[in-house]
């Protein structure tokens, strides 16, 4: 420590102190004893009120609790990638899933909600990959509708195109119109696209789509959770 | 494509086969069902095409009987405008007769309009200040007044009506005393929206999630305070009772309003979500429904309006899109919402749940469109979010509610009506979608249908969402806010955006931001930013933060 010439306080020296002074009775021992334990509650209470953060008074609050998430019961989780799908287990049960994604089937099976995902950043090119893979014997007369407004996969932006289609089942039962929508979203060089399709609603309520599961399939889209967010 | 990802489809494509192949067969058809967990949608009335849709693409069934009685609104032309727009952007407020006296329709003018309506046999009721008059006379007698021919029709999808085949002009010499002529159709015109799905949030969990406890905790329930409700559809007094009894809430007591403005709907779920919502939050408040109908509902705000002439809290969960043909009923909400906020109604509007997209279904799905109700100046418009709880019961997250498969979020926007408040300043205000007109909303609240609210309607219990529940919502925290105002003997809040925006700009003093500023995800079309967003306005509330504010503004504000 660095001394410094100036003001000064006087220290007297501890041995000056006669060693009879020292000799109290048990009584006044206690009293003393009792009254210094007094002044140093005293103190650290002063010292612990004066050295907290000085802050606006709060009133009513300082704020809401602030937790950890509260996390869905149910959840698939990539390890190739590092995302997670929350979805509701009562709209929606897992109908297959590999390395790179999920099909989650509505709890009725009308329609599906399909998560598939790679290393990149091409949005466009994933969209058009997860379009041509729809199988042409059982996705027929598949028709653009127009841009998916809004696009996002767990709130990161993305692009995507709604589409309407005939659905041909596999025993050659009367084709079913259905709505699609394909859309993808990239986060930290990795590509996540949802493919979507349902029976076609004609209710104004499910418009402009018109994917009669939407409302369930929202849930796995708003909740995915990317590598990285919590 | 990488050999995995075509196979993950294969797969899909090969279980859908199967699965849709059995919607389509007649044991199981494809039909829309609430069973299996399926989430369904409610609205508070049906969904039409818009008027001039339905009369374009309807049939005219000729015209109406000339004896029929119609009960027709004149909207009136107040006086000082600038005046009346300087005074709102102070939030001030004045009493009754000071507003009739400096605001108010001039009373020779609308004196004399009426004894014009009396020599055609049109009976008239006005009050001095009212901004509205209500007038009775018969399809005969209006056709000369006005010009006018009413036909009955019926719309494309099988709706009957009456109305006129264009929008009513109003007269040119009446123009210096009215600004609007509604209820010559009976067209539905409010819609309400609502998200239902199951398992929804408690009342004690958004209490928790927007720290509205410490007021509660303090003791108050919103009681001394009214919470007024224009509704369409009329609720289930059982299900209210069932409501009470879950969340252990003292029983409801609803004050039921109805005059010639028609019947409201059947019980469609719109005004059981906004009376439990309000009675959870604030379960001392007074409730007071005005039923309407969806094609008269401004002559019932009128009228609510009149019964409390020093103000009260409005909560609105029913609108219908800005559009040009609309301007007849802007400029009838307008008039009738300055005098309101002036004499010191807190009015609480939900901005609309198609995202940045109004007119959606009835209109055209790619105009973007604000909401008629929300964006006159004098409300403040409630936009929502998305909430994430945290697992130990309190705040984790909000994004801006945007589903982008369904198509449903916050409505936010451009007025095509109004210019831009002055109170309307603060930062993300003005931003590259700006236009100097009105932006909505100006604040929000928990409604995707994905995180709703936990009520009873429709006989059963279910998870209901939309702007419908966000407006309630502050409607109640208002009525908790008051509460504590009053009994400090502080100004109520009264028209709450001058404060709003002036908390938002961080005046020195301000006891504690009281936003949660959303800056992550989308209205299907403007995203969520830092400060003011179409969106989500100027966010959500910390209620102790913005009880603590309005103190603060009360007393150290020059309009407080």
């Not at chain 2, 906004?274 to 019932?300: C, F, R, T, W």
Request: negative net charge; contains cysteine; glycine residues 12%.
């Amino acid at each position: 420590m660095a001394v410094h010439g100036g003001y000064t306080y006087p220290v007297q020296a501890a041995a000056s102190l006669p060693a009879a002074r020292h000799r109290l009775s048990h009584r006044r021992l206690i009293f003393v004893a009792g009254g210094a334990l007094l002044v140093g509650i005293v103190l650290v209470t002063l010292i612990a009120v004066l050295a907290r953060p000085m802050t606006q008074p709060c009133g009513f609050s300082c704020g809401p609790r602030v937790g950890p998430r509260l996390l869905s019961p149910v959840a698939y989780h990539n390890t190739l990638f590092g995302y997670t799908v929350e979805y509701d287990g009562s709209q929606l049960t897992v109908a297959g899933q590999d390395d790179n994604g999920v099909q989650l089937q509505a709890a009725d099976g009308d329609g599906e909600v399909i998560f598939t995902s790679a290393a990149g950043a091409d949005v466009n090119s994933a969209n058009q990959t997860a379009l041509a893979a729809l199988p042409s014997a059982t996705f027929q007369d598949v028709q653009p509708s127009g841009p998916v407004r809004g696009a996002e996969i767990g709130f990161v932006n993305g692009s995507g195109t709604a589409y309407t289609a005939q659905f041909v089942p596999a025993n050659g039962g009367q084709a079913i119109p259905i709505g699609i929508t394909i859309l993808s979203a990239s986060n930290n060089g990795v590509t996540i696209t949802v493919t979507a399709f349902s029976a076609k609603s004609t209710s104004v309520q499910d418009a402009p789509y018109g994917l009669d599961k939407a409302s369930a399939f929202d849930v796995p889209v708003s909740n995915t959770i990317w590598k990285g967010q919590q | 494509m990488s050999a995995p990802r075509q196979r993950a489809l294969a797969l899909a494509a090969g279980a859908a086969i199967g699965l849709l192949a059995a919607a389509c067969s007649p044991a199981s058809p494809p039909a829309r069902s609430n069973g299996g967990g399926m989430p369904a949608r409610i609205l508070g009335g049906p969904a039409h095409p818009l008027l001039s849709t339905a009369i374009a693409r309807g049939r005219d069934l000729g015209p109406l009987p000339a004896e029929t009685v119609l009960h027709i609104t004149f909207g009136l032309a107040g006086r000082d405008a600038a005046g009346l727009s300087a005074l709102l952007a102070s939030g001030r407020t004045v009493g009754p007769a000071e507003y009739a006296a400096r605001f108010g329709p001039d009373p020779q003018r609308v004196a004399s309009l009426r004894t014009l309506l009396t020599t055609e046999g049109v009976t008239s009721s006005w009050s001095a200040g009212d901004s509205t008059m209500s007038a009775s006379g018969t399809v005969a007698s209006l056709n000369r007044l006005l010009g006018v021919r009413v036909d009955r029709r019926i719309g494309p999808d099988g709706l009957t009506f009456y109305a006129p085949g264009t929008p009513i002009a109003v007269p040119a010499a009446w123009r210096q005393t009215v600004n609007a002529i509604i209820g010559l159709d009976n067209y539905p015109r409010a819609r309400s929206a609502a998200i239902r799905s199951p398992n929804g949030v408690s009342p004690s969990d958004m209490l928790d999630f927007y720290n509205v406890n410490p007021l509660r905790t303090a003791g108050l329930t919103g009681a001394g305070m009214t919470v007024a409700l224009i509704e369409i559809d009329q609720f289930d007094p059982a299900m209210l009772t069932m409501y009470a009894q879950k969340f252990s809430l003292p029983a409801f007591d609803v004050s039921v309003h109805q005059g010639n403005w028609g019947k409201p709907a059947a019980e469609a779920g719109e005004a059981d979500l906004d009376l439990e919502i309000v009675h959870g939050i604030a379960p001392g408040a007074k409730l007071v429904v005005y039923y309407a109908s969806s094609a008269n509902y401004l002559q019932a705000e009128a009228q609510m309006f009149k019964d409390f002439p020093q103000g009260a809290i409005e909560s609105s969960s029913v609108g219908q899109c800005e559009r040009p043909q609309a301007q007849n009923e802007g400029n009838a909400l307008n008039d009738a919402t300055a005098a309101a906020a002036a004499q010191g109604w807190s009015m609480f509007v939900a901005s609309g749940d198609r995202g940045a997209y109004d007119c959606t279904p009835n209109g055209d799905y790619t105009d973007l469109a604000a909401d008629l109700d929300a964006s006159v100046p004098s409300v403040t418009a409630v936009g929502g979010t998305y909430v994430f709880l945290s697992s130990n019961g309190g705040y984790f997250h909000e994004v801006a509610w945007g589903e982008p498969i369904e198509q449903w979020g916050s409505n936010g926007g451009l007025s095509i009506f109004w210019p831009a408040p002055a109170w309307q300043t603060g930062p993300g205000v003005k931003n590259q979608y700006s236009n100097g007109m009105r932006q909505t909303p100006d604040i929000s609240a928990n409604a995707d249908g994905q995180s709703g609210w936990d009520i009873f309607a429709n006989g059963q219990e279910e998870k209901v969402g939309g702007t419908s529940a966000a407006a309630p919502f502050w409607a109640a925290v208002a009525a908790l806010i008051d509460q504590d105002l009053k009994q400090k003997g502080l100004p109520l809040i009264g028209f709450a955006n001058p404060a709003l925006y002036y908390f938002a700009q961080s005046p020195a003093g301000l006891p504690a931001p009281p936003f949660h500023d959303i800056t992550q995800g989308t209205n299907l079309y403007y995203p969520a930013t830092t400060g003011w967003d179409f969106p989500t306005g100027l966010g959500t509330p910390d209620v102790g933060a913005l009880t603590n504010d309005f103190e603060w503004y009360a007393t150290h504000h020059p309009a407080g």
